[in-house]
């Protein structure tokens, strides 16, 4: 752009589109061919300790493709973005950052279209494109605890981001109810099914101590009714094919409905027996060997533990080195049925056969070795044409009143999800499960999510919220919203907003044109915590207006004397109701209209 430029449009993209083509432009006075797209210069908004409103690394980033000093490039591109007549100034920070401070009238503009769009947060990057998303996918052993939360959370936000961008997305959890951990839970609901039945059975190794184990069993002896121990004298397979079915289906039960109480959903739920009864796995191991991927063939020693007794053992193996993993890996066990890594090959063929080329799995860190060899397998089986994501969840640390509760399945001693939500609320486990990157470990404080303070990072949000629904409710923002009709017009019939003109109102306005631009960057790279972080910042940014307005009469919202500039920040709060609400809505979260003021 040129000092002929013509004003921005209200219809033309958001705030960060417009700033990344000014950019572009300086760039192109630079060299007549850049290395790069307009769309991929990166943003950033400026701390508080630097100067400007948005910042960039374009000159660090180019620099050595046109064989420049970063400084020397950002120069360069300092001069002629100083011509830009939307640009207030421009400063070459550190080694080479470009820090722009926009004007006044530019960010108005970028009110005015954001109040112009039906839905805020929303980007057209997806393309209908199908994808895959699994998550959760526990073992059906028992009630959920709260380290599955996370991951649950996580995937279902997920989930929301990818739907908001275009992405036709499949919510799917897959049951691991084929594996020795469904064995052992069917031997301990034996064993307490025995113990109704006045038989004193040794426990059996293994043994799960949850309460839901034993009611479960309960409920087996009831439906048998006079004759409980026919179910014990039953030849052993079809005993325990009746425990199987009857243990699986009342885990799932429980695990529904600790799903649900989090406001968590699926649209399919896939069985790994099923994959073991429908020869699926058979079927996709002989498309690997058609491919020549299969072979017969042993294995070194587990790092370690070689010593004298050790014999290598010839097994079927899958050529997992050629796609980048460390080693080949087993695909049947000693007792020659089939691994756990050989059913997940015949789930994820199943995905593929159902249509899907981008599937998602989100694990447990502790999976972080199994990545390798499950991506090189959905990379065999599909030519190349469909790519796995794994996401790896770190672990959850509870703390209550200050000390660490640690979460045992086995021993008893945990937490379940379901306690976790009734002690705090859905609400508050679904924000804060969510204020850490997915890969870094997280703290969950217990205290903190109840507090009504700005500690508590849900509430501070929500009270940012409460605030704007505050204002937009009194009889004068009634009559000046009835007058202006500001949020419902068309572009050209919304006001001016020229009387925004002060430093935490040009801030706020900033942190919410520049939201559709970090959201499509959070879709992108799959993280949702993103989201907490922007809506946190952007109740901060209000928070401090409001304060100001307390301090300052000049900068209240409501004033009945001046009704032009009254109008113009009831545009700015219902622009920011609207980000809030919209923000909140993706984290599953209902935004609150009213909360009380312990301040």
């Not at 630097?50 to 300092?78: D, F, H, V």
């Not at 050629?322 to 890996?329: A, I, K, N, S, T």
Request: proline residues 5%; aromatic residues 6%; contains cysteine.
């Amino acid at each position: 752009m040129n000092a002929n430029a013509k004003p921005l449009t209200t219809h033309n993209g958001h705030a960060c589109q417009h700033i990344q083509q000014m950019l572009y432009e300086s760039l192109c006075a630079v060299t007549t061919t850049p290395p790069l797209s307009c769309e991929s210069i990166a943003l950033s908004l400026t701390d508080k300790n630097q100067q400007g409103e948005i910042t960039s690394n374009l000159a660090l980033q180019l620099a050595s493709k046109l064989g420049l000093a970063p400084r020397t490039l950002a120069t360069t591109l300092q001069k002629h973005l100083q011509d830009n007549p939307h640009i207030r100034t421009v400063d070459v920070a550190g080694p080479g950052f470009l820090n722009l401070t926009l004007t006044p009238t530019f960010w108005h503009q970028q009110l005015q279209a954001l109040l112009a769009v039906k839905t805020p947060l929303t980007c057209a990057i997806g393309n209908n494109e199908r994808v895959n998303l699994e998550y959760v996918s526990a073992n059906p052993t028992g009630a959920m605890h709260v380290g599955h939360a996370r991951g649950a959370v996580f995937g279902d936000v997920l989930a929301n981001m990818l739907q908001a961008s275009g992405y036709d997305v499949t919510r799917e959890y897959y049951i691991n109810d084929a594996g020795e951990q469904i064995n052992h839970l069917i031997a301990s609901t034996l064993w307490h099914y025995q113990t109704l039945a006045g038989r004193t059975p040794p426990k059996p190794e293994n043994f799960y101590p949850g309460d839901e184990i034993k009611h479960c069993a309960q409920d087996l002896y009831r439906q048998h009714g006079k004759a409980p121990l026919a179910l014990l004298d039953q030849a052993p397979p079809t005993r325990t094919q009746t425990l199987r079915r009857h243990v699986t289906d009342s885990m799932l039960a429980i695990i529904r409905q600790d799903l649900a109480c989090l406001r968590i959903r699926h649209d399919v739920f896939s069985s790994e027996e099923e994959l073991h009864r429908s020869q699926a796995i058979e079927a996709s191991i002989d498309t690997l060997t058609k491919k020549g991927l299969v072979y017969e063939g042993t294995l070194p020693p587990p790092k370690g533990k070689e010593d004298e007794t050790w014999r290598p053992t010839p097994t079927l193996l899958f050529k997992a080195q050629q796609f980048g993993d460390e080693q080949d890996r087993p695909l049947k066990k000693d007792n020659a049925t089939w691994t756990y890594f050989a059913a997940d090959i015949g789930y994820h063929q199943n995905k593929l056969a159902r249509g899907f080329t981008t599937l998602m799995n989100i694990w447990g860190a502790d999976h972080s070795g199994y990545r390798a060899r499950l991506q090189g397998a959905v990379q065999a089986l599909s030519n190349g044409q469909a790519q796995l994501k794994v996401l790896l969840m770190a672990m959850v640390r509870l703390t209550v009143e200050g000390k660490h509760v640690k979460i045992s399945k086995r021993s008893g001693n945990v937490i379940t999800l379901r306690t976790l939500v009734e002690e705090t609320s859905a609400d508050a486990v679904r924000f804060m499960m969510l204020t850490r990157r997915h890969d870094a470990p997280l703290v969950f404080d217990m205290q903190t999510a109840i507090q009504e303070k700005r500690e508590n990072p849900l509430f501070y949000v929500q009270y940012a919220h409460a605030r704007c629904c505050s204002v937009l409710r009194q009889p004068l923002a009634q009559k000046i919203l009835a007058q202006t009709d500001a949020p419902k017009s068309t572009p050209p019939g919304t006001p001016p907003l020229s009387s925004l003109t002060a430093e935490h109102e040009i801030a706020l306005i900033k942190v919410l044109a520049c939201w559709p631009y970090f959201f499509e960057k959070a879709v992108l790279a799959l993280e949702p915590h993103r989201i907490t972080y922007l809506l946190t910042m952007t109740a901060e940014s209000f928070h401090s207006l409001w304060s100001q307005g307390k301090q300052n009469h000049q900068l209240r919202f409501l004033d009945e004397n001046d009704s032009e500039r009254t109008a113009d920040r009831l545009a700015l709060i219902q622009a920011t109701q609207r980000i809030l609400k919209a923000g909140l809505a993706l984290l599953g979260i209902t935004a609150m209209d009213e909360l009380r003021d312990n301040d």
